[in-house]
């Protein structure tokens, strides 16, 4: 199992940018299918965007998509997470999550053993 921290999350107005970042210890990082997922509150668990071993196919939920960047790099063992044109409805705590099982990575959380505890995005109206 590979372990998990993000970090980057802040309050920030409707319209400005935030850069999220998951780090992964272990060994073999590029193994790992990745994820992004968030919680809203009073809301359930909702995927955000995903990206395969090598970083060259990426997916996203159409409520980020064109707003949202995934990349991963390897080398450094870290997701990063781009957001712009953020929204009051973007306020959510954000988990990144991994597992080798799937090399394009997944849509479902359930598919991923492996999350870090979470970062919280607040966006201000």
């Known amino acids: 199992q590979v372990q998990l921290v993000e970090s980057g999350g802040g309050l920030v107005q409707a319209g400005g940018s935030l850069r999220l970042s998951c780090a992964a210890s272990g060994r073999s990082f590029s193994s790992y299918g990745m994820g992004w997922f968030r919680q809203g509150p009073g809301k359930e668990r909702e995927f955000v965007a995903t990206i395969s071993l090598s970083g060259g196919t990426t997916t996203y939920a159409d409520s980020v998509k064109g707003r949202f960047t995934i990349s991963r790099d390897n080398a450094k063992n870290t997701m990063y997470l781009q957001m712009n044109s953020l929204k009051p409805e973007d306020t959510a705590v954000y988990y990144c999550?991994?597992?080798?099982?799937?090399?394009?990575?997944?849509?479902?959380?359930?598919?991923?053993?492996?999350w870090g505890p979470g970062t919280l995005v607040t966006v201000s109206s």
């Open positions: 999550a991994a597992d080798p099982k799937f090399a394009y990575g997944s849509r479902r959380a359930a598919d991923f053993g492996s």
